[in-house]
């Protein structure tokens, strides 16, 4: 891998609010209702987890900077959904960084064994 192929510091500068997002059980679970439940709204999404209708919004609204959840208005209220898009660019880097690895534990593997 070159280093052009490397992550560079542009990429990783819109991947740490990604996995910031992420790094979070509470917004990871949130992630996960909305992935195998579908579109819901905060009221729906409180009665999962054992903090307040604020603290889900404030959640929601992390995951929504990052990509992650959109939300769209219905009457009065907000129905939150996942965005697959930003978990693919997340897999993407990770697969990335891997490759990043593999290469580097290669080059050290030839050097111990020459």
């Known amino acids: 891998m070159s280093r052009a192929e490397a992550l560079s510091p542009a ?3 819109d991947a740490a609010p990604l996995f910031a997002a992420l790094g979070d059980a509470t917004r990871l679970g949130l992630l996960v209702s909305l992935c195998s439940g579908g579109p819901v709204t905060v009221t729906h999404l409180s009665g999962q987890f054992a ?4 603290a889900i919004t ?4 992390v995951l929504s900077e990052a ?3 959109k939300s769209t208005r219905e009457g009065r209220e ?3 959904a996942f965005e697959p898009k930003r978990l693919d660019d ?3 880097y990770l697969e ?12 050290l593997k030839a050097f111990v064994e020459t």
Do not use: C, N, P, T
């Open 96 to 107: 990335r960084l891997s490759k990043q690895w593999d290469v580097a534990l290669g080059r």
């Open 11 to 13: 990429r990783l500068k």
């Open 67 to 69: 990509g992650l959840v």
């Open 78 to 80: 907000r129905i939150w």
């Open 90 to 92: 997340a897999h993407a």
């Open 58 to 61: 404030k959640h929601l609204e």
């Open 51 to 54: 903090v307040s209708r604020q």
